[in-house]
């Protein structure tokens, strides 16, 4: 594993440029998302390449039913946790919804607040018609990853979660968005719920990487829900999930294991306990004595 090799420690961040040469190089980009300290600072040491701090935790860290009732405080609040948390991996702000719809110059306000946290570059979803926006925060030095096919923040509310790409019409849109994206200056795209015959002409038409998640093999880099693929995030079960373990699993057993030593005093036990000494207990319960107490 590389979390035993050193040698990973002793790799520069990951920037844009590195991500843009990846794809150059054919070497396949990894993405998972993080929400706080503690997971991030694992699949760092792990060695992924890029941790995005998904709008998603608005589901899997705050029970909201979708990504969209997470807002700018909330994910300022993920990101810095993750940031803390991270000393080679590329960490990348999902900007959630309100936060650049309103206006450009909102937008570019809320983007820096991220990089302001520790984040390296911001996450819009939308095609061509947010291209403006992109081209500002870009404009502004702030590196940008778009996001099109399924767009959580957007298309569920028209048409729910839906594969795209499955159409003449809709895989020609995505072509087009994409080649506008990369016009506008965005350093790489996510692909989500693409066909892979649409992906696949997407990453041979563009010179940036593609990111797919539910979108097939051609892509540049692949990305998953953490809480996904290590089964403890069990209300929504893509088909496009690989799940790698099944942590909710191991974690409920050993909550019910912790609940029946305590019921029965199983726990704490000796090796869990911390004692004064005989000579100071000697001390305490003689003054208790004189003071009758």
Same mark, same amino acid.
């Given at each position: 594993?590389?979390?035993?090799?050193?040698?990973?420690?002793?790799?520069?961040?990951?920037?844009?440029?590195?991500?843009? *040469?990846?794809?150059?190089?054919?070497?396949?980009?990894?993405?998972? $998302?993080?929400?706080?300290?503690?997971? %991030?600072?694992?699949?760092?040491?792990?060695?992924?390449? *890029?941790?995005?701090?998904?709008?998603?935790?608005?589901?899997?860290?705050?029970?909201? /039913?979708?990504?969209?009732?997470?807002?700018?405080?909330?994910?300022?609040?993920?990101?810095?946790?993750?940031?803390?948390?991270?000393?080679? %991996?590329?960490?990348? %702000?999902?900007?959630?919804?309100?936060?650049?719809?309103?206006? $450009?110059?909102?937008?570019?306000?809320?983007?820096?607040?991220?990089?302001?946290?520790?984040?390296?570059?911001?996450?819009?979803?939308?095609?061509?018609?947010?291209?403006?926006?992109?081209? &500002?925060?870009?404009?502004?030095?702030? /590196?940008?990853?778009?996001?099109?096919?399924? @767009?959580?923040?957007?298309?569920?509310?028209?048409?729910?979660?839906?594969?795209?790409?499955?159409?003449?019409?809709?895989?020609?849109?995505?072509?087009?968005?994409?080649?506008?994206?990369?016009?506008?200056?965005?350093?790489?795209?996510?692909?989500?719920?693409?066909?892979?015959?649409? &992906?696949?002409?997407?990453?041979?038409?563009?010179?940036?990487?593609?990111?797919?998640?539910?979108?097939?093999?051609?892509?540049?880099?692949?990305?998953?829900?953490?809480?996904?693929?290590?089964? +403890?995030?069990?209300?929504?079960? /893509? #088909?496009?999930?690989?799940?790698?373990?099944?942590?909710? @699993?191991?974690?409920?057993? %050993?909550?019910?294991?912790?609940?029946?030593?305590? @019921?029965?005093?199983?726990? /704490?036990?000796?090796?869990?306990?911390?004692?004064?000494?005989?000579?100071?207990?000697?001390?305490?319960? @003689? $003054?208790?004595?004189? #003071?009758? +107490?």
């Amino acid at each position: 594993m590389q979390d035993k090799d050193n040698s990973i420690f002793n790799r520069k961040r990951v920037s844009v440029k590195d991500i843009v *040469i990846m794809k150059q190089k054919l070497e396949k980009i990894s993405v998972l $998302t993080a929400y706080d300290y503690s997971t %991030a600072s694992i699949c760092d040491r792990a060695g992924v390449d *890029i941790l995005l701090v998904g709008d998603s935790a608005g589901m899997v860290m705050l029970g909201y /039913p979708t990504t969209n009732q997470v807002n700018m405080e909330e994910m300022l609040t993920f990101c810095s946790g993750v940031s803390r948390g991270v000393k080679r %991996a590329m960490i990348i %702000a999902d900007m959630p919804f309100g936060s650049y719809q309103i206006s $450009t110059s909102e937008a570019i306000a809320n983007a820096i607040k991220f990089i302001k946290v520790g984040c390296h570059a911001v996450k819009l979803e939308g095609g061509i018609e947010i291209i403006d926006t992109v081209k &500002a925060i870009v404009k502004t030095g702030i /590196p940008v990853m778009g996001h099109i096919g399924l @767009k959580p923040q957007t298309t569920i509310l028209s048409e729910g979660y839906r594969l795209q790409g499955k159409t003449k019409i809709s895989g020609l849109k995505l072509i087009e968005d994409a080649k506008a994206l990369e016009e506008a200056g965005v350093f790489s795209i996510v692909l989500e719920m693409v066909t892979s015959e649409v &992906a696949d002409i997407i990453c041979k038409n563009i010179s940036i990487p593609t990111i797919g998640i539910g979108s097939g093999s051609s892509c540049d880099g692949q990305v998953l829900v953490l809480h996904d693929m290590l089964g +403890i995030y069990e209300d929504i079960k /893509p #088909k496009f999930v690989k799940r790698y373990a099944e942590v909710s @699993k191991s974690i409920f057993e %050993a909550v019910s294991v912790y609940i029946s030593d305590v @019921k029965s005093s199983k726990f /704490p036990d000796e090796e869990n306990i911390f004692h004064t000494s005989p000579a100071e207990l000697e001390q305490i319960r @003689k $003054t208790l004595k004189e #003071k009758k +107490i």
